[in-house]
T-cell receptor
Framework: IAGITQAPTSQILAAGRRMTLRCTQDMRHNAMYWYRQDLGLGLRLIHYSNTAGTTGKGEVPDGYSVSRANTDDFPLTLASAVPSQTSVYFC??????????????FGEGSRLTVL | GQNIDQPTEMTATEGAIVQINCTYQTSGFNGLFWYQQHAGEAPTFLSYNVLDGLEEKGRFSSFLSRSKGYSYLLLKELQMKDSASYLCAVLDSNYQLIWGAGTKLIIKP
């Protein structure tokens, strides 16, 4: 059982470059999320999707975009990376579309360094 | 604003008991979660409380007092593998999860 798969697991990126972090789940969960985790701060929601075809902005959406063409995939794109986007990115899913009242299942994370 | 407070770091001894506190101030309340996160790994679900009281699950228990905006996670018979960060998160009135910064628990032999 794969659960949630993220790629790449780690990436060093030059500032100004475009980058897409991939996220795929095989649990048929309707809700998916992208978080960033920085030292000393709680997980911060970037974007979310309650169901395929819909997306919404979280707490820190600027500089990021997402799409949800189908149930399984939820890629996160950095159009023009900046050093402040250096972070660990977690994709998560939930089988509850009511804002996440259900348990979240997380991917293993993507560590991104922007130089 | 919305706020979740939990201690940054705690140290405990193998075999002992430790209580990790979490206080919250949020716009509404639809439940409180505890997650465990080992260093370099993804968070994993531990517990969910929406009603006042104690929920026991093996060596781990979670308590909630909605009137006090307070929860704690109680870990008994500590093992070295319990060394991890413990994240408290509250579901607010808009069903958005508000996360605390996490408590790093260090277990010593």
């Amino acid at each position: 059982i794969a659960g949630i798969t993220q790629a790449p697991t780690s990436q060093i990126l030059a500032a100004g470059r475009r980058m897409t972090l991939r996220c795929t789940q095989d649990m048929r969960h309707n809700a998916m999320y992208w978080y960033r985790q920085d030292l000393g701060l709680g997980l911060r929601l970037i974007h979310y999707s309650n169901t395929a075809g819909t997306t919404g902005k979280g707490e820190v959406p600027d500089g990021y975009s997402v799409s949800r063409a189908n149930t399984d995939d939820f890629p996160l794109t950095l159009a023009s990376a900046v050093p402040s986007q250096t972070s660990v990115y977690f994709c998560a899913s939930s089988d509850s579309s009511s804002g996440g009242a259900g348990e979240l299942f997380f991917g293993e994370g993507s560590r991104l360094t922007v130089l | 604003g919305q706020n979740i407070d939990q201690p940054t770091e705690m140290t405990a001894t193998e075999g002992a008991i430790v209580q990790i506190n979490c206080t919250y101030q949020t716009s509404g309340f639809n439940g409180l979660f505890w997650y465990q996160q080992h260093a370099g790994e993804a968070p994993t679900f531990l517990s969910y409380n929406v009603l006042d009281g104690l929920e026991e699950k093996g060596r781990f228990s979670s308590f909630l007092s909605r009137s006090k905006g307070y929860s704690y996670l109680l870990l008994k018979e500590l093992q070295m593998k319990d060394s991890a960060s413990y994240l408290c998160a509250v579901l607010d009135s808009n069903y958005q999860l508000i996360w605390g910064a996490g408590t790093k628990l260090i277990i010593k032999p």
